[in-house]
């Protein structure tokens, strides 16, 4: 009902084209984090996960955390945002582009509205952190275009697996550390 809302207060933002296809790699020279949450309602719990990989599409770094007592789907995607930018961070990277499939929070960010909302208090931590680097962006991608940082089943009403699995397989010419 709050991402509805949301959605709703933001019509008047330009909204994303809806992609057809996977992941995509990062521009040269910079580094992707995929975040994804999943959210069980009826038990409060959340699971989130973030991917970080490089130019050529090699796995650098992932996480993945279980959360209790959240209030909504809003609050874990924030937080999955947040952890993301602490995995980017503690691996020195300087250009990144953040990827989240949650449209409420994406429109969220771009606003100025944050400071008035349920998940104030993250809204304000990933701005400062984005500051943290040398060049940052800030993308929406439709969920089959962040399947990498989707939570694996049973964590949540919704997800995928995460894991060396299930990751597309990397350019011959990089070696990929699963983390």
Same mark, same amino acid.
């Given at each position: 009902?709050?991402?509805?809302?949301?959605?709703?207060?933001?019509?008047?933002?330009?909204?994303?084209?809806?992609?057809?296809?996977?992941?995509?790699?990062?521009?040269?020279?910079?580094?992707?984090?995929?975040?994804?949450?999943?959210?069980?309602?009826?038990?409060?719990?959340?699971?989130?996960?973030?991917?970080? +990989? &490089?130019?050529?599409?090699?796995? #650098?770094?992932?996480?993945?955390? *279980?959360?209790?007592?959240?209030? $909504?789907? %809003?609050?874990?995607?924030?937080?999955?945002? +947040? &952890?993301?930018?602490?995995?980017? #961070?503690?691996?020195?990277?300087? *250009?990144?582009?953040?990827?989240? $499939?949650? %449209?409420?929070?994406?429109?969220?960010?771009?606003? &100025?509205?944050?400071?008035?909302?349920?998940?104030?208090?993250?809204?304000?931590?990933?701005?400062?952190?984005?500051?943290?680097?040398?060049?940052?962006?800030?993308?929406?991608?439709?969920?089959?275009?962040?399947?990498?940082?989707?939570?694996?089943?049973?964590?949540?009403?919704?997800?995928?697996?995460?894991?060396?699995?299930?990751?597309?397989?990397?350019?011959?010419?990089?070696?990929?550390?699963?983390?």
């Amino acid at each position: 009902m709050v991402e509805d809302l949301l959605c709703t207060a933001q019509g008047d933002k330009k909204q994303p084209q809806r992609v057809k296809h996977g992941w995509k790699k990062p521009e040269p020279g910079r580094y992707k984090v995929n975040t994804d949450a999943a959210f069980q309602e009826s038990s409060s719990i959340a699971a989130t996960g973030a991917v970080l +990989r &490089d130019e050529d599409g090699c796995l #650098i770094a992932a996480a993945a955390k *279980r959360y209790m007592h959240l209030s $909504d789907v %809003l609050t874990a995607e924030a937080i999955a945002a +947040r &952890d993301g930018l602490i995995l980017a #961070i503690t691996r020195g990277c300087q *250009r990144i582009t953040l990827d989240v $499939d949650n %449209l409420a929070l994406f429109n969220l960010m771009q606003s &100025d509205m944050g400071e008035r909302s349920v998940v104030a208090g993250l809204w304000q931590e990933i701005r400062e952190l984005s500051r943290m680097f040398e060049d940052f962006k800030f993308s929406f991608v439709y969920r089959e275009g962040n399947e990498a940082a989707r939570p694996g089943p049973g964590q949540g009403e919704r997800g995928g697996a995460l894991g060396p699995q299930n990751q597309r397989a990397p350019s011959p010419t990089c070696t990929c550390i699963y983390v």
